[in-house]
């Protein structure tokens, strides 16, 4: 398994661009998150999906979009980059089940995004 | 609502001596707890989880954390620390229902030859 791939690794733009980072996993989960690392504020979660076709906001939603139109992909778009958008982004996936207690997280390597 | 924090920003231990990276917790319920690490332009790894039981939890590459609910507090341990333990450490956890996580802001585990 590939596990969590993410695309592309590096990326810059300019203000005002948009660009989708891409995500996939093979693992069959069906939870799949985005989130962005900033130095000194951990991971912040932008959005997230429990399974195709369902999405839902996370804590730091604004300038982003998603979609899950199926169970492995899962891209993020920015709709116009701002500056602020300067950070990493991590997609994460995990397991589904009956259990109602969480499971960890698998991530991929992170897309590093500078904006302009 | 859970959430967690990580009082140290930095901490620095020389290598074969014992390293604990510390974290608490706020919850209002029964607390889920995770600990992840980052190597150097990496995604996180999963280390260790707390859900129910035992108070000492074992996890990946000798790395384990104690549960004290007294204290809130879930820190990780490590009897004797490698340099290749460097790396940033993140508590984290599930602000339940959903599944997805609340992080802490990171703690820079520096091993010292």
């Known amino acids: 398994n590939a596990g969590v791939t993410q695309t592309p690794k590096f990326q810059v733009l300019k203000t005002g661009q948009s660009m989708t980072l891409q995500c996939a996993q093979d693992?069959?989960?069906?939870?799949m998150s985005w989130y962005r690392q900033d130095p000194g504020m951990g991971l912040r979660l932008i959005h997230y999906s429990v399974g195709a076709g369902i999405t839902d906001q996370g804590e730091v939603p604004n300038g982003y979009n998603v979609s899950r139109s199926t169970t492995e992909d899962f891209p993020l778009r920015l709709l116009s980059a701002a500056p602020s958008q300067t950070s990493v982004y991590f997609c994460?996936?995990?397991?589904?089940?009956?259990?109602?207690?969480?499971?960890?997280?698998?991530f991929g390597p992170g897309t590093r995004l500078t904006v302009t | 609502a859970q959430s967690v924090a990580q009082p140290e920003d930095q901490v620095n231990v020389a290598e074969g001596n014992p390293l604990t990276v510390k974290c608490t917790y706020s919850?209002?319920?029964?607390?889920?707890l995770f600990w992840y690490v980052q190597y150097p332009n990496r995604g996180l790894q999963f280390l260790l989880k707390y859900i129910t039981g035992d108070n000492l939890v074992k996890g990946s590459y000798g790395f384990e954390a104690e549960f004290n609910k007294s204290q809130t507090s879930f820190h990780l341990k490590k009897p004797s620390a490698l340099v290749s333990d460097s790396a940033l450490y993140f508590c984290a956890a599930p602000p339940l229902p959903a599944r997805q996580l609340t992080f802490g802001s990171g703690t820079q585990l520096t091993v010292l030859p």
């Open positions: 919850v209002s319920g029964n607390p889920y």
């Open positions: 693992m069959n989960h069906e939870y």
């Open positions: 994460a996936s995990s397991p589904s089940g009956t259990d109602p207690t969480p499971y960890e997280q698998y």
